[in-house]
């Protein structure tokens, strides 16, 4: 039974919290839209693409920032905010 329980309490350890999850889903977002964009796209993609970044992308930085200061002491969460270059 304690072996069973052990296997438990790690994965939950490893798991995010939520504000980060939801930053590392967007953040991947991100980059994915970043390599789709395309000058000679057609005007109808890039109006999709340009509507996805908006709504993932546009506060990115600024969450990354928020994240890293709130969790700058947790040595298991850090490097999983710090995995994303924005640029900045």
């Known amino acids: 039974m304690t072996a069973l329980v052990f296997p438990t309490i790690t994965m939950a350890a490893d798991t995010p919290p939520a ?40 506060t990115i930085d600024a969450r990354q920032k928020i994240l890293r200061r709130k969790y700058m002491h947790s040595k298991n969460i850090l490097p999983k905010i710090n995995a994303y270059d924005f640029g900045y």
């Open 19 to 58: 504000d980060v999850t939801a930053f590392i889903h967007d953040a991947e977002i991100c980059q994915y839209l970043a390599g789709e964009w395309d000058g000679t796209l057609p005007d109808a993609r890039k109006k999709d693409l340009t509507a996805e970044t908006g709504a993932h992308c546009a």
